[in-house]
């Protein structure tokens, strides 16, 4: 069974420290940065394994060489995002696995926020690493896809099971449910979920992992699959994907 420890990064990145018991291995996801990853293997006594990255983003791979240098793990990334990777080892395709110790996860291809941005399914561990596609009550920017593609992307959510535990890369959630707020004012279970972050985040814990059933029912990037949630707040008349599409566009400018 995996163990995932959270290590803050940057301003507002985490860092998905993975670590295997049985092998003490350790493998970390979208190292923004290096030098805590160093400092938590030093502590924990890990040696480090592998990275996977998700997609290109300095704030996603700024860690990758030096680790590379320090520990002479392996990079895993998108195979047709190879030269935006620093240091890839190991060219990923859509339906891949990687596996740390006994555990195994799947690569999802997942474009949207960027062209070559890649989830990480550890199906029998109920974790799911989401880099920048969806976040807690909210969804990445739409850099370098159309709506319809992250839109797509987002359905592999809908498709995994309620259990999963979703790990986002930044710490948006208090936003996110600020924003969610303007569609959903008075629904019951938002106002609990963004209670109980605003209290994590007071005590400085992070508000991740999140459950996708709570996101499937909180989440308005998701709730617009249901007809029931748009004409819920005035798009009855829109596709799920039209729908989406001017959610995005009012979060754009929240
Ligand atoms: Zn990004
Ligand atoms: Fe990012």
Not at 28 to 48: C, F, I, Q, S, Y
Not at 96 to 122: K, M, N, Q
Not at 228 to 245: C, K
């Amino acid at each position: 069974m995996l163990r995932v420890e959270l290590i803050p990064a940057l301003f507002d990145n985490y860092i998905f420290l993975l670590i295997d018991e049985a092998s003490h291995k350790g493998a970390v996801v979208d190292p923004a940065e290096a030098k805590p990853v160093l400092k938590r293997l030093n502590e924990l006594g890990l040696t480090l394994d592998c990275i996977f990255n998700t997609h290109h983003h300095f704030d996603h791979v700024g860690g990758n060489l030096e680790l590379k240098r320090e520990t002479n793990c392996t990079i895993y990334g998108y195979g047709s995002d190879a030269e935006r990777l620093p240091g890839i080892d190991r060219l990923l395709n859509d339906g891949d696995f990687v596996s740390l110790g006994e555990s195994r996860g799947r690569v999802i291809f997942a474009p949207g926020h960027t062209s070559g941005h890649v989830l990480y399914h550890f199906e029998e561990d109920k974790k799911c690493f989401a880099g920048d596609t969806l976040f807690s009550v909210g969804c990445g920017r739409l850099f370098e896809g159309t709506p319809k593609k992250m839109w797509n992307s987002l359905q592999v959510f809908l498709d995994m099971p309620d259990e999963t535990e979703i790990y986002c890369a930044h710490e948006y959630t208090a936003d996110n449910c600020r924003f969610a707020r303007t569609l959903v004012e008075d629904d019951q279970n938002l106002l609990v979920y963004q209670e109980v972050c605003l209290e994590k985040l007071e005590n400085g814990q992070p508000t991740f992992p999140t459950k996708l059933s709570v996101e499937k029912l909180i989440n308005p990037f998701l709730a617009v699959s249901r007809e029931s949630y748009r004409q819920r707040i005035g798009l009855g008349h829109l596709s799920a994907l039209q729908a989406f599409t001017e959610l995005r566009r009012r979060k754009d400018s929240f």
